[in-house]
């Protein structure tokens, strides 16, 4: 079946722009994870949804950052006035949590640079 | 602060030997502990992961090693070949091991020479 997709891949934007990132999980996963990974670097958790409900955001940077999932399904990561820093792979992972165990699925990512 | 401490960052293994990467945890709340393997312009892709309920599972040619008391674990690839360089993530979770956040680390750069 298909895998967890995002959407764009590649994203240049000005910095200032607002940027919206997508997030489709593989069907039925009901827990869904977005993670930003720099280059060399492990993937570093921003937030979770279990359906369309956040529940942990704590790894969000600050209040530029948002993410909603308000059908339990697809997701966007919302940046507002984007800064330099905001460049990196940013991941979305998902998981079905069945068989008790937290097995995250994560997707090709989408490459933001920030101008 | 870094939850959990990945070594050695990069590793050169002739094919056929066995390649050794080894994690450390502070927080005895994790419950569960998975390895991902990157490759490039690729996302993690999951390996292998244990419980600590066990001390070791092997799946082919690659056995997760954990030790509870020293919280540490490791992988082990038995017969490296060159289409498992990659690079290895260790990570661990803390909610039940159902859900919840993964903290990863650093990352080891694996090179199988032919």
């Known amino acids: 079946g298909a895998g967890v997709s995002q959407s764009p891949r590649y994203k240049v934007t000005k910095r200032g722009q607002d940027v919206a990132l997508r997030c489709d999980p593989i069907?039925?996963?009901?827990?869904l994870y977005w993670y930003r990974q720099a280059l060399g670097q492990g993937p570093e958790f921003l937030t979770y949804?279990?359906?369309?409900?956040?529940?942990?955001k704590s790894g969000l940077p600050n209040d530029r950052f948002s993410a909603e999932r308000p059908e339990g399904s697809i997701s966007t990561l919302t940046i507002q006035r984007t800064e330099q820093r905001d460049s990196a792979m940013y991941r979305c992972a998902s998981s079905s949590a069945s068989r008790g165990v937290n097995e995250q699925y994560f997707g090709p990512g989408t490459r933001l640079t920030v101008t | 602060q870094q939850q959990v401490k990945q070594s050695p960052q990069s590793l050169i293994v002739q094919k056929g030997g066995i390649s050794i990467i080894n994690c450390a945890y502070e927080n005895t709340a994790f419950d569960y502990f998975p390895w991902y393997q990157q490759f490039p312009g690729k996302g993690p892709a999951l390996l292998i992961a244990?419980?600590?309920?066990?001390s070791e599972k092997k799946e082919g040619r690659f056995t997760i090693s954990f030790n509870k008391s020293a919280k540490q674990f490791s992988l082990h690839i038995m017969d490296s070949q060159p289409g498992d360089s990659a690079t290895y993530f260790c990570?661990?979770?803390?909610?039940?091991?159902?859900?919840?956040?993964?903290?990863f680390g650093r990352g080891t750069q694996l090179t199988v020479w032919p």
């Open positions: 990570a661990a979770s803390d909610r039940g091991s159902t859900l919840g956040r993964l903290y």
């Open positions: 244990i419980r600590p309920d066990v």
């Open positions: 949804f279990n359906y369309e409900a956040q529940q942990d």
């Open positions: 069907s039925g996963h009901v827990s």
